[in-house]
């Protein structure tokens, strides 16, 4: 049987194609006072300076089709633990086209992220998630990710 999709380092090539999935990332419901792009613009800026080689210790891979069309993405970026400083990585970013849910993928892109990241030299593999966003907790959570931390923001009135 023929793989429906394969793990790929990420080129220049892909760019325009992982520009266009990665608003998914603002696929839930956002909360109160945050605007959808800026849950991804970010991280099309980062994704950008890691294709053309501006972000060195970031990098990118993408799930592709056998027609090498793209199905997801993973950004990551090497950097020390927050607390301890041993090695690890940062997932900036997973996110899977729409077209490609729930088949695995985002389980595959994530297991790809830990065994990438492990290859590096990272201890560990932390992310930000939104608590409302239930579709990717749900994929952490059942992926071993501990929710050690809650970050809170009060709003001052303007």
Known sequence: MT????????????????????????????????????????????LRAT??????????DVAVDPDDNVLGLVLITMRDELMSHAPSAHLEAIVVAPRARGKGLGRALLQ?????????????????????????????????????LVRAIKWFDS
């Open 3 to 46: 793989p429906k999709y394969q793990i790929r380092s990420a080129s220049l090539a892909d760019l325009e194609e992982m520009l266009t999935i990665l608003p998914e990332l603002a696929d839930f419901e956002i909360p109160a006072k945050r605007d959808a792009k800026d849950l991804w613009m970010g991280d099309a800026d980062l």
């Open 112 to 148: 790809h992220s830990e065994a990438t990241s492990r290859a590096r030299g990272a201890d560990s593999l932390s992310l930000h998630v939104f608590a409302a966003n239930h579709r990717a907790r749900s994929l952490y959570d059942g992926s071993g990710f501990d929710s050690e």
């Open 51 to 60: 294709l053309v080689g501006d972000a060195p210790a970031s990098y990118a």
